[in-house]
Structure formats: C-alpha cells, structure tokens
C-alpha cells in the first residue's frame, strides 16, 4: 500500500514564525498536493506539483509556499505564520498524470494552530 | 467552483439507507468519492466518468448523472463503520481543475 506520511500530527506555533510541514510518499508517485481542511469549506487546494522543482498554486496559495527537491517529498512552508492559518493539513499523493482518473492517497494530517 | 453536497449531516441507525448527493453547475468528467473517519485520513471510495455509470463497493454505490452534473453515494444497510465525513470531488470536462465538495457527516447509531 502506498504510504503518505506526515512528520508532525499536532503544531503549536506563535504568530510570525516560520512554519515547515513535511510529507514523504513510498510509492514513487509523480504527483503530490497540499489541502487545508476546515469546517463547512471540505478541502481546498493549496499548492500541487507534478514533478521534481515544479510546482502549481492550487486554489488558495497565498501566504505559502512550496520545495519539491526530491521526488518522495513535498513541504509546506508557511513564511510568517498567521492565526487564520489555524488549519488541518493534509498531504497526498497520486500516480495518474490527469486530475480526471487521479486517485488521491492522503497522510493523517497535521493539525497547526497559530497563537 | 465547489461542487454542493446535501445533506449537509444525517444521523442514521444502524440498518437503514442514506443518499448522499453531490452537484456541480458545471459540465463534468468525473465524480470522486472518499470517505473520511473522524481523526483519519480520507480514503478513496470510487470514481464515476462520464458515461452514467453505476458503481458498487460492497453496500456502498454510486451514480452519475451527467446530463444533471450530479452524482448519488447510496449506502444501504448501513453498518457502525460508515460513519464518518462523505467528500464528493468533481473534475471539469476538460478533465482538469479537481474540486472537493464540503462534505457530508454520516453519524450511524446501534
């Protein structure tokens, strides 16, 4: 079974720091995503990437950013973190090139909340 | 654009049937389903592509009708194990630009 995995299920982080969240797929998927998860919204897109130092703004990209240095790992940078960024995270992966047959396969989360 | 879900919650015992609906006001290439169980990652249920095609997984289907951008999740006999958040995701007819819908919380009482 494909495995996503998160490095950090649970983030305490103050107001304007520097927030990395890490994801790591071991099935040699091409594509890796970033959703946020709240309450009523479902998931939205944050950033997705297709291959190795490339990278796409999803539907809501402001106030992050994205590295892709190796295939397996995808990260999540907030650059000055910000209390509306109180969110779940949550990475995934897919083999599919197209979105139309991409089944998505999710880590557990990570659940950052920012004082 | 998000496609709507309905209903928003239902709370079910265990034994009895639910439909959940997802529809888009856009044309569509596919509807996706996933399952989320509360604390868990969300897990994918099944596709449906363009064409109206019924899908099964156990006592979970699923229906798309794409004339109405809409697609059913039926589940019957529900079981404890299916509660949970139910996300439909649609894809655009161009086939690109996938969108989770809002979600619908599936409570199963004994």
């Known amino acids: 079974d494909v495995k996503v995995t998160q490095s950090s299920r649970y983030l305490v982080k103050r107001t304007g720091e520097k927030v990395f969240l890490e994801c790591v797929q071991d099935?040699?998927?091409?594509?890796m995503f970033w959703y946020r998860q709240d309450p009523g919204l479902g998931l939205r897109l944050i950033y997705f990437s297709y291959d190795v130092k490339m990278k796409e703004k999803g539907d809501i990209p402001e106030g992050y950013s994205v590295s892709r240095e190796k295939k397996e790992r995808f990260s999540l940078i907030l650059e000055s973190a910000s209390t509306n960024q109180t969110s779940m995270y949550l990475c995934?992966?897919?083999?599919?090139?197209?979105?139309?047959?991409?089944?998505?396969?999710f880590g557990a989360g990570s659940r950052l909340t920012v004082l | 654009q998000q496609p709507v879900q309905s209903p928003q919650a239902v709370i079910l015992r265990e034994g009895e049937d639910a439909v959940i609906n997802c529809s888009s006001s856009?044309?569509?290439?596919?509807v996706h389903w996933y399952r989320q169980k509360h604390g868990e990652a969300p897990v994918f249920l099944m596709i449906l592509l363009k064409g109206g095609e019924q899908k099964g997984h156990e006592k979970i289907s699923a229906s798309f009708n794409e004339k109405k951008q809409q697609s059913s999740l039926y589940l019957t006999a529900s079981q404890l194990s299916y509660s949970g958040t139910y996300f439909c995701g649609t894809v655009d007819n161009y086939g690109q630009n996938f969108v989770f819908g809002p979600g619908t919380r599936l409570s199963v009482l004994p």
């Open positions: 856009k044309a569509l290439y596919s």
């Open positions: 099935m040699d998927h091409e594509n």
């Open positions: 995934a992966s897919s083999l599919e090139p197209g979105a139309g047959a991409n089944v998505l396969t």
